[in-house]
């Protein structure tokens, strides 16, 4: 018994470096987080989202004449703030004459406009045409 005592000390002390190079080893060998906090998707949903194919996803063009609020606020960078100033902006000045008028519009620059420019058009209307 006293052999015993004698030796559980050390063999203890053997067993937690072992475990502790072992995980530093082990640790150091991935090149990622050990733990993920995302979650995978079920695979019912992943095998699912792999057979369909996605449907081509077009952006709808906006004729900035006709839009309302909603519609407005649909485009990148424009919140309900800017959609109400558009809309104040067409009812003071009259319709729109080109998409570039935007930027007349308070709080849209040029950068805002970059990100709009393809997905808002104006139509021309049957006055202009009938010089």
């Known amino acids: 018994m006293k052999r015993f005592r004698k030796l559980l000390f050390p063999l203890l002390t053997l067993c937690f470096v072992l475990l502790l190079a072992g995980y530093a080893l082990g640790r150091g060998s991935r090149s990622g987080p050990v733990l993920s906090t995302q979650r995978s ?24 004449n006709r839009a309302g609020l909603e519609e407005l606020m649909t485009l990148p960078g424009i919140g309900q703030t800017r959609a109400e100033r558009i809309l104040a902006y067409r009812q003071a000045h009259g ?13 849209i620059g040029e950068g805002i406009f970059a990100g709009i420019r393809d997905l808002v058009y104006v139509e021309e209307s049957r006055e202009n045409t009938d010089h």
């Open 41 to 64: 998707p079920a695979p019912a949903e992943s095998a699912q989202a792999r057979s369909l194919p996605s449907p081509p996803t077009e952006p709808v063009r906006i004729e900035l």
């Open 95 to 107: 319709a729109f004459k080109s998409a570039a008028e935007l930027m007349e519009v308070a709080g």
